[in-house]
C-alpha cells in the first residue's frame, strides 16, 4: 500500500534526450510536489500543485514541465538532459491544511 | 537572504546516550517547524511538526523544542539505539507556499 510512488526507480540516459517520470499517490491530498536532491544531498524544492493548478515554480528552467492530469498525479518532464540534471527526484505530496509531506522513494537520474 | 543551517559535520554518539541535533534559521517567520529523517537511498520521512506558538513537542524518545527568538531548534533523541543511525532534516514552510525549504541535513550514527 505505497502512499506516494515514482516510476522508474533508476533513470540513466545521454545527454539531449527528453525523459519523464511519474508520480502518484493514494493519500487523498489536494497538493503534490517536486523536490530535488543534489550530490550535496541538499534538497531544493522546484514545483508545487495545487488541485491541479501551478502554486510554485521555484526558477527551474523551461526544460523542466510538470503536469498534473488529475489530483493523484504529477508527473515531471525534462527535455533535452543536461549532465548538472543528475540528481535524485522525490514526488511529495500533502493536505493543504496541514504542512506534513509524505515523499515517494526517490527517482535517481544519471544523465552521461 | 533565508537560510536553514545545520550542524554539517556528522554526529557520533554511544547507544544508550542523548543525541542533539540543532537547527537554526534567518530571515523566516515561520508558521511551524519540522523535523524528518532520511535512511540512505530512500526518501525523507517526517517525525515531528511544531509550531510557532509551542515551545516544545515529544514524541516517545523524540523532543523537538522551538525558540522563535533565537530562531533556533533542537531535536533530541532520548536512549538512543543503532537504528536511529540516519541524517535528520530540519524544513521550515517556504514563504511561498505550502512547499518546504530544507537544511542540508545532520547525519547522525549511534554505535553500540
Known amino acids: 500500500d505505497t502512499a506516494v510512488s515514482q516510476t522508474p526507480k533508476y533513470l540513466v540516459t545521454q545527454m539531449g534526450n527528453d525523459k519523464s517520470i511519474k508520480c502518484e499517490q493514494n493519500?487523498?491530498?489536494?497538493?503534490m510536489y517536486w523536490y530535488k536532491q543534489d550530490s550535496k544531498k541538499f534538497l531544493k524544492i522546484m514545483f508545487s500543485?495545487?488541485?491541479?493548478?501551478?502554486?510554485i515554480n521555484e526558477t527551474v528552467p523551461n526544460r523542466f514541465s510538470p503536469k498534473s492530469p488529475d489530483k493523484a498525479h504529477l508527473n515531471l518532464h525534462i527535455n533535452s538532459l543536461e549532465l548538472g540534471d543528475s540528481a535524485v527526484y522525490f514526488c511529495?505530496?500533502?493536505?493543504?491544511?496541514?504542512?506534513?509531506?509524505?515523499f515517494g522513494p526517490g527517482t535517481r537520474l544519471l544523465v552521461l | 537572504s533565508q537560510k536553514i543551517e545545520q550542524n554539517s559535520e556528522a554526529l557520533n554518539i554511544q547507544e544508550g546516550k542523548t543525541a542533539t541535533l540543532t537547527c537554526n534559521y534567518t530571515?523566516?517567520?515561520?508558521?511551524?517547524l519540522q523535523w524528518y529523517r532520511q535512511d540512505p537511498g530512500r526518501g525523507p520521512v517526517f517525525l515531528l511538526l511544531?509550531?510557532?506558538?509551542?515551545k516544545e513537542k515529544r514524541k516517545e524518545r523524540l523532543k523537538v523544542t522551538f525558540d522563535t527568538t533565537l530562531k533556533q531548534s533542537l531535536f533530541h533523541i532520548t536512549a538512543s539505539q543503532p537504528a536511529d543511525s540516519a541524517t535528520y532534516l530540519c524544513?521550515?514552510?517556504?514563504?511561498?507556499?505550502?512547499?518546504?525549504?530544507f537544511g542540508k541535513g545532520t547525519s547522525l550514527l549511534v554505535t553500540p
Open positions: 511529495a505530496s500533502s493536505r493543504l491544511s496541514d504542512g506534513t509531506q509524505y
Open positions: 493519500l487523498g491530498h489536494d497538493t
Open positions: 500543485y495545487n488541485n491541479k493548478e501551478l502554486i
Open positions: 530571515n523566516y517567520s515561520p508558521a511551524y
Open positions: 511544531i509550531r510557532e506558538n509551542e
Open positions: 524544513a521550515l514552510n517556504s514563504n511561498s507556499g505550502y512547499a518546504l525549504n
